[in-house]
Each structure stands twice: as structure tokens, then as C-alpha cells.
């Protein structure tokens, strides 16, 4: 590495100047608001060398392309020519390399190329589909962009779930990451009844690229229902360079959540000594009993069927006349 072969306006050796106008004195054919890295060489340099350094700043929280970036020279005048850019290096992901929803990809490496704040994981699945029973529901997130403390995560359109307004307990890995609100216990959500939503309040910051699951329990409706689009935001997130406390905030736009319609629910089987395997019971099975096979679908959130006789037997213990 050359940093030392470098120095800033100020004459401090491994360092740069960084602006995102002219310096005064300077005049130059870039735009003033485009940012700038000034160097200036701390000895001789000499031609055809090669001069590595690094730096390191914070990414804008807006998406862009990798603009065009140029080199320039004064004193000894060198025109503006263009960087050839990284487009082919797949850089290493911050995230669990098992997630394919956190893969980087080619092109990722080109200077300032900026994806967009995202969860680039929302899934959510439940434990039981029986009206009026206790029903968990299960939530991974995972977002591309640090999660500050005082941020706030909602999950809304819970259609149909059933609970009183006010706190609730969180269960799962990463519940103490919440509370439901400022100086609220932690492993705790704050649910809006009338708007069937859930709102967690992240007590410590969570860094990009972290993946978090967690519980949380809702009694089922006693009639049955399809299973609702729910929805996931995040506001109020502060950043480096944006302080939400004097209202500049980060946001990630309402997006529906990742439902659940491929896992099979554990039922369980117990066999009747009259009616073979007709009568499905277990009493430690996930879901305890069911009036159709187990079926794919029946994990999507507060999908819930409609109340029935599941078994329905009789028998008698004398055939004989009188």
C-alpha cells in the first residue's frame, strides 16, 4: 500500500482531503457539489510507478449507479481521464453465505454503485390454522442497512388475529433485540388491536446484514378466513449522515412479507382401534388435529379454517335385541 506516499492539504501524511465542493484556490472543470479526494505527494513520486492506497467513507442512503470517476492533476497538468471500474469481482457477503437472499453479484464492486435499503428477508409462517386456537407466529427479517437504536419495525395487516391493545410478549433467538416502545422491557411489542398491527421499537442497533427471527402469539379468529397479505416498514432509522431526531429519517417502504405455503404442518397420527387412522391426534404434535390430511399452505399466517366436527364417531357396545 502508498498511503504514506501521500498527504492531505493540511500536510498530514496518509491522509486525503475529502470535499464534496472546490477548495478554495483550486479551479477545476468538476461540478462543485461532486465530492473529491485531493492528494497531494508527500515526496517525489516516480513515473511508471504503481501507487496503491485505500480510504474508506459512508455509502449515501440513496440507490445509485457507480458513477464515472476521474483522475486529475494539477501542478503538472495530467487532463481528467476515467478509472477503469471493478466490474467483475464478486465481493464477500457481510451476511450467513447460506442466504441466498444476501448473495452479491458482479458489478457490485464498481465505486459507489448503491443498492437500495431493503429487507432482503420478510418471512413470516404460523403454528396452528384452528379457529380460535393460540397460533405462533414465526418472523425472519434481514436488511441491507444498519437498524438504529429507536428504530421502528411494523408488521401490519395481521387480519384477524385476536389480542387486547397493548404490550406482548416476543419469543425466538432475537427477541430482546425489541421492546414496545422507549423504556419499555426488551423481548416485548406493542399490538394495535383495532389496526391488527405490530409494532417493535429495536432497543440496540442491529447491524446490516443480521439476521433476526423471533415469536409472537395471537389466538386465531373463530371463523375461518383466507391467509391476509401481511405487510412489513421500517422508519425511523438514523444514519451516519441523517439523524432522525432532527427529522431526517431512513425508511424502508411498506413491502408484503414472504408467506409461508410450502411447509407441512406436524398434525400428527394416532390410530383408532375401530376407525383405522381416521381420527388424527397427537397430543405432541405441533397442530393436534386436522379434518384433511396434512396439506402444504396451511403454515401461511392466520390461515384459518372454519369451525367443524374434525372427528365425528359412534359406536354402540350391544347389538343384540333387547
Known amino acids: 500500500m502508498s498511503n504514506e506516499s501521500f498527504k ?10 475529502w470535499s464534496s465542493v472546490d477548495e478554495p484556490g483550486w479551479t477545476h472543470s468538476l461540478e462543485p457539489d461532486v465530492a473529491t479526494l485531493t492528494l497531494v505527494p508527500s515526496a517525489d513520486t516516480l513515473p511508471y510507478a504503481q501507487y496503491i492506497f485505500s480510504f474508506n467513507f459512508t455509502n449515501p442512503v440513496d440507490s445509485q449507479n457507480s458513477p ?7 501542478g503538472i ?16 457477503s457481510p451476511c450467513n453465505d447460506l442466504s441466498i437472499a444476501c448473495k452479491w453479484s458482479k458489478g457490485d464492486a464498481a465505486p459507489l454503485h448503491i443498492v437500495e435499503p431493503m429487507f432482503l428477508m420478510k418471512e413470516i409462517s404460523q403454528s396452528s390454522p384452528y379457529p380460535a386456537f393460540d397460533n405462533t ?17 411494523t408488521l401490519s395487516n395481521l387480519a384477524g388475529g385476536v389480542k387486547p391493545t397493548g404490550s406482548t410478549d416476543l419469543l425466538g433467538t432475537n427477541r430482546d433485540t425489541f421492546q414496545a416502545g422507549v423504556d419499555a422491557a426488551t423481548s416485548t411489542g ?17 447491524g446490516a446484514g443480521v439476521l433476526l427471527t423471533f415469536t409472537f402469539v395471537l389466538e386465531n379468529p373463530s371463523c375461518n378466513q383466507s391467509s391476509p397479505a401481511v405487510c412489513v416498514r421500517a422508519s425511523r432509522i438514523s444514519t451516519d449522515c441523517l439523524d432522525c431526531s432532527q427529522g431526517q429519517c431512513v425508511t424502508l417502504s411498506r413491502a408484503a412479507m414472504d408467506r409461508d405455503f410450502v411447509k407441512i404442518l406436524n398434525y400428527g397420527i394416532k390410530g383408532h382401534p375401530n376407525f383405522g387412522q381416521t381420527a388424527y391426534f397427537d397430543a405432541s404434535a405441533a397442530v393436534t388435529f386436522a379434518q384433511v390430511p396434512p396439506r402444504q399452505g396451511d403454515a401461511a ?22
Open 77 to 92: 497538468p495530467i487532463a481528467a481521464a476515467p478509472f477503469e471500474k471493478d466490474l467483475d469481482t464478486t465481493l464477500i
Open 68 to 74: 464515472g470517476v476521474h483522475a486529475i492533476s494539477y
Open 301 to 322: 399466517p392466520l390461515l384459518v379454517y372454519g369451525p367443524a366436527f374434525v372427528v365425528s364417531n359412534i359406536t354402540q357396545n350391544n347389538p343384540y335385541p333387547r
Open 190 to 206: 406493542y399490538w394495535d388491536a383495532d389496526a391488527h398491527k405490530l409494532t417493535l421499537r429495536v432497543a440496540e442497533q442491529v
Open 8 to 17: 492531505d492539504l493540511a500536510g498530514n501524511v496518509g491522509f486525503g482531503s
Open 137 to 153: 407466529l414465526s418472523v425472519t427479517l434481514l436488511a441491507n442497512i444498519p437498524m438504529s437504536q429507536g428504530a421502528l419495525i
